[in-house]
C-alpha cells in the first residue's frame, strides 16, 4: 500500500487532470490523501467530488485557514499509515508507469538491509510548459543539477531530490515527522533526513512532467546567463535571507536529532549551524573545510560572496 500526499491550494486550473493521471497508474494498491490548504477557488469542491466518486482510493482533508505546503503535508503525514509514502504537486502530470518503475527499483535496492532501515527513491522530471509541451527531457540536466551530489553536506544548502518524484517507506518517515516551521520545505527536509540515517537512491528516469506556470511556488529554470543574471537582479539581501534559511533548517536538524546523529554529521551540522555567530573569513572556511557546497562553479561562487 502507498500513500499518496497532495497539498492543494487554489489549484482549481490542473489539480483533475494531475488526480487522473494518478488514477491511469499500471500499478494499484495506492490511495491519494488531499489536502486543501485554505483555498479561495473550486479547489475543494474538485476534492469532495472526486473523494465521492472514489471513497476507497481518494481522502478529502480541508482547511478553513491559509495553510503552507508545510503545514499541509505535515497534517497529511499525521493521517498517513500506509509503509509506503509519496509526494505529488497540484500542478504535474505522473506518467502511467510512475509508481510501478518507483517500486521495482525500490525494492531491488534492499543493500543486504531490512525493510524498516530509512530510505528514499527520487527519480528526473521533464520540464513541460502549461499546456504539457516539452521543455526539456531532463529537470537535472535544464537546471544544471547533479542528482548524484545528496551527500549530508552538500544537502545542506541545496535540495536535489523533488518532493514530487519521491517515493519513501515507514522507517524514514517516522524520523521525517514533525516537520518544524524552520523547514525551508518538507522534501529538503526529507532529503536530509534520508541522507543523515538512511540511503537516497536515484533513478535516472524521468517520471513525472513538471508544469511550468506562472504560480509555481518555486519552478525551474534554466541554468545560465539568464538564470545567473535573473538571481543577480534579485539582489545580495533577498539571496542572503534565502540563504540563511538554510542554516535555520540545520538549527531545527540539530536541536531535533542531536542524540542520534553520527559523530561526522554533528560536527558539520553545528559548524554549519554556528555561521550566524562566525566572521567572514570562518564562515568560508567552515564551507569549504566541510564540503559545504552546490552544484556549479558559478552557484559556489555566489555563495562565498553573499554568505
Same mark, same amino acid.
Given at each position: 500500500m502507498i500513500d499518496i500526499l497532495l497539498p492543494a491550494y487554489n489549484a482549481g486550473s490542473f489539480l483533475a487532470q494531475t488526480i487522473e493521471s494518478i488514477r491511469l497508474q499500471d500499478q494499484p494498491g495506492w490511495r491519494l490523501l488531499i489536502r486543501d490548504g485554505g483555498s479561495d477557488d473550486g479547489t475543494p469542491e474538485i476534492i469532495r467530488d472526486y473523494a465521492k466518486q472514489f471513497p476507497q482510493t481518494i481522502r478529502g482533508f480541508y482547511s478553513e485557514t491559509?495553510?503552507?505546503p508545510i503545514q499541509s503535508?505535515?497534517?497529511l503525514l499525521a493521517e498517513s499509515s500506509a509503509p509506503y509514502i509519496m509526494f505529488c504537486d497540484q500542478d504535474d502530470v505522473w506518467l502511467p508507469d510512475k509508481i510501478s518503475k518507483c517500486m521495482a527499483r525500490f525494492c531491488q535496492d534492499?543493500?543486504?538491509r531490512e525493510m524498516d532501515f530509512p530510505r528514499l527513491l527520487?527519480?528526473?522530471k521533464q520540464v513541460?510548459?502549461?499546456n504539457l509541451n516539452r521543455l526539456h527531457n531532463s529537470c537535472f540536466s535544464y537546471q544544471g543539477l547533479n542528482p548524484r551530489s545528496v551527500s549530508f553536506s552538500r544537502l545542506l544548502v541545496q535540495n536535489i531530490p523533488s518532493g514530487c518524484t519521491m517515493? *519513501?517507506?515507514r522507517a524514514l518517515a517516522k524520523l521525517c515527522t514533525p516537520i518544524p516551521s524552520d523547514a525551508v520545505m518538507h522534501d529538503h527536509w526529507v532529503s536530509l533526513t534520508a541522507a543523515a540515517f538512511g540511503r537516497i537512491i536515484y533513478l535516472e528516469q524521468p517520471t513525472v512532467l513538471y508544469r511550468q506556470h506562472d504560480r509555481n511556488y518555486y519552478g525551474a529554470q534554466p541554468y545560465g546567463v539568464r538564470y545567473l543574471g535573473d538571481l543577480a537582479r534579485s539582489g545580495a539581501k533577498a539571496i542572503r535571507k534565502r540563504f540563511y534559511q538554510n542554516v535555520m533548517q540545520a538549527q531545527a536538524f540539530l536541536e531535533i536529532h542531536q542524540n542520534r546523529l553520527s559523530e561526522s554529521h554533528l560536527q558539520?551540522?553545528?559548524a554549519f549551524a554556528s555561521l550566524y555567530v562566525k566572521g567572514w573569513l570562518q564562515r568560508r572556511k567552515i564551507l569549504w573545510q566541510y564540503k559545504i557546497l552546490k552544484?556549479? *562553479?558559478?552557484?559556489?561562487v555566489g555563495m562565498m560572496l553573499i554568505v
Open positions: 491559509r495553510n503552507s503535508i505535515s497534517s534492499t543493500d543486504g527520487f527519480t528526473d513541460v510548459d502549461r517515493l *519513501f517507506n558539520i551540522l553545528e552544484t556549479g *562553479f558559478a552557484r559556489n
